[in-house]
């Protein structure tokens, strides 16, 4: 994701460190050691720590070295690249410890963490996790949903992206096109009816080119402010997780796309979730079926 993670803790030594000067990881990534090899087979004490080595930490840190010979030539050139990796070291005033570089207090928390990610794939923070949330539907389709927003989902493109060995990448329901998130959910001719299917049977004319992360969001087409979307999203969310169930199963089951099916599915499955969890009002089945947009008007 880009977020340095790895090097994000940060061993702050303080000059009283019993740190290992050559032996231990604490400055340029790397033991000194392994950074400066012919420096280290000179030096009289290999198991020398911080404390042995510094002097007083007061801006400039002056050091003290233990050498068997004077560094010439190239071990000088390496004490020279070491004395200035070493001469932009801030020692810690009181004591050793770690501080995270990702925040500003250098204390570390997952909670800070999942906002970082959070932020860092969703700039802007307009679709982050907290916000993927619908209590109407089981807690995997929330994830499977949160995923799919991310294009993560492993369709047969982002197998292959991660260097997984497929005979094919292209759509194994209609074979027209790559299996990316996009096709497999709505721009396949097999979803892209189904989903008409499903708007119509809400009282919409269509799709309306609603972009996939619009209809994950719970957008509806002409929606108006004071709709209460929560249902209407809770039904797509259930049509792009059957939408993805259905693909899975052709694959893994070898059984066929029926649309017919998949739409009762849709009806049922949805009704089944939403009617479980709503509370304070029950759903009727037969205008489940037969006119569910009075339920868009539920505040
Ligand atoms: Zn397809």
Not at 64 to 78: N, Q
Not at 163 to 180: K, M, T
Request: proline fraction near 3%; glycine fraction near 4%; hydrophobic fraction near 40%.
């Amino acid at each position: 994701m880009g977020i340095p993670f790895i090097n994000s803790f940060i061993n702050k030594i303080s000059a009283a460190s019993t740190t290992k000067f050559w032996d231990d990881n604490w400055i340029g990534g790397n033991k000194l050691r392994i950074l400066f090899p012919r420096l280290f087979r000179l030096e009289a004490v290999k198991t020398a720590s911080i404390r042995d080595r510094v002097v007083a930490t007061a801006a400039p840190t002056l050091w003290k070295w233990d050498w068997d010979r004077t560094p010439t030539g190239r071990t000088l050139t390496e004490f020279d690249d070491m004395c200035s990796l070493l001469s932009g070291y801030n020692f810690d005033t009181v004591s050793d410890s770690v501080r995270w570089a990702l925040t500003n207090d250098g204390s570390f928390s997952v909670k800070a963490l999942c906002s970082l990610i959070d932020d860092h794939l969703h700039p802007g923070n307009s679709n982050n996790m907290a916000t993927m949330r619908n209590s109407l539907v089981p807690k995997k389709l929330e994830i499977f949903v949160w995923r799919a927003v991310q294009r993560r989902i492993p369709t047969r493109v982002n197998l292959d992206k991660r260097g997984i060995d497929l005979h094919s990448v292209r759509c194994p329901l209609c074979d027209d096109d790559l299996e990316s998130v996009e096709h497999a959910l709505i721009f396949c001719k097999h979803a892209f009816d189904l989903w008409e299917r499903v708007f119509i049977w809400w009282g919409f004319d269509g799709m309306n080119n609603l972009s996939i992360n619009e209809i994950l969001r719970g957008h509806c087409p002409n929606s108006t402010s004071n709709l209460d979307k929560k249902i209407w999203q809770a039904v797509e969310w259930a049509c792009s997780y059957l939408i993805w169930k259905n693909i899975n199963n052709k694959i893994f089951r070898d059984s066929s796309w029926n649309i017919q099916v998949a739409f009762n599915e849709i009806q049922s499955q949805s009704f089944e979730w939403i009617s479980h969890r709503l509370k304070g009002r029950k759903l009727n089945w037969l205008s489940w079926l037969n006119d569910p947009s009075v339920y868009l008007k539920i505040v």
